[in-house]
């Protein structure tokens, strides 16, 4: 059971507990709802309190969140955890493991290997509530919230940056600023086109890189810095295929296997309030092997 305590300002005496936790906490309304069905699931200064209570400036208020009734299924697989506590977990992902349990990845997904990481632990096995999902063959930064609160607390406030390096030459910086759809005859591929959700990418051009691969074609390239305006599926890559530019290894939008095996995305940093101290916080990954050899 995860267990949430907030203070009740001095100048709050009289204030609801519905109001207290709605209004002053960013509690949501279905938390809330959840909690009352619950034995002490709110509770002020270690008893019961019904929402329609009043508080006094001083009092301490607990929320108690039980675990979770039907966790993921545990998978002792690695796992790079960079930081953890009792609300949230960042974690760097690796290339080629998904994100969550899907048909064809049921139990080798990074939700099997945190429920494992939390059961070794001696933690509850919750739910894996990821804030933001990547691609299976996209590296980077996972922000997971711990419970309900923590995960509806982080939703539309975080702000990473992705490193990516694409087929051909870019200078400067720029903006993409180009609508995406699903292709038609197909349930993930996406396209730019007319009838598509609006989608921004703003990029910066690192480097660029002139690079002969094993079997002898030479390949211009360029390392890319990028923030994301808006968070639609597949988008840096959709974006940068709508250039002629697909990203080095993406081979379901035009990119060549010749110097990498995969989409050469990666989420390499992370920026958000914590959910419950409201500190704010910032991580780093470095680029993986494979992308830090092509920049090489």
């Known amino acids: 059971m995860a267990q949430i305590t907030f203070t009740v300002a001095q100048d709050m005496d009289g204030i609801s507990v519905y109001n207290f936790l709605r209004a002053k906490c960013e509690v949501s309304y279905r938390l809330i709802k959840r909690l009352k069905r619950v034995p002490m699931g709110i509770t002020a200064n270690g008893g019961h309190i019904r929402t329609i209570d009043p508080l006094q400036g001083g009092d301490i208020v607990t929320l108690n969140i039980p675990d979770d009734e039907n966790p993921t299924v545990p998978n002792e697989l690695p796992i790079d955890i960079i930081y953890e506590d009792a609300h949230i977990a960042v974690i760097n992902k690796s290339s080629g493991m998904p994100v969550h349990p899907a048909r064809d990845h049921v139990t080798d997904t990074l939700a099997n290997a945190f429920s494992a990481h939390l059961i070794a632990n001696g933690e509850p096995n919750s739910a894996f509530r990821v804030i933001n999902r990547l691609d299976r063959d996209t590296t980077g930064l996972v922000l997971a919230a711990k419970n309900s609160h923590a995960a509806s607390q982080l939703h539309g406030h975080t702000d990473k940056v992705y490193y990516a390096i694409c087929q051909g030459l870019l200078t400067g910086s720029g903006t993409i600023d180009a609508p995406i759809r699903i292709m038609e005859g197909h349930g993930i591929q996406r396209e730019v086109g007319e009838g598509g959700v609006s989608a921004i990418t703003h990029w910066t051009a690192l480097k660029n890189m002139h690079i002969t691969?094993?079997?002898?074609?030479?390949?211009?390239?360029?390392?890319?810095?990028?923030?994301?305006?808006?968070?639609?599926?597949?988008?840096?890559?959709?974006?940068?295929?709508?250039?002629?530019?697909?990203?080095?290894?993406?081979?379901?939008?035009?990119?060549?296997?010749?110097?990498?095996?995969?989409?050469?995305?990666?989420?390499?940093?992370?920026?958000?309030?914590?959910?419950?101290?409201?500190?704010?916080?910032?991580?780093?990954?470095?680029?993986?092997?494979?992308?830090?050899?092509?920049?090489?």
């Open 213 to 296: 691969a094993p079997n002898g074609n030479i390949h211009d390239l360029t390392l890319l810095k990028i923030h994301l305006e808006t968070g639609r599926t597949h988008q840096i890559r959709v974006h940068f295929t709508s250039l002629g530019m697909p990203l080095a290894g993406d081979d379901m939008y035009g990119g060549s296997w010749d110097l990498i095996k995969r989409q050469a995305l990666h989420c390499g940093q992370l920026n958000f309030c914590h959910p419950v101290t409201g500190e704010p916080m910032e991580f780093t990954a470095p680029l993986p092997q494979d992308m830090e050899d092509l920049c090489q």
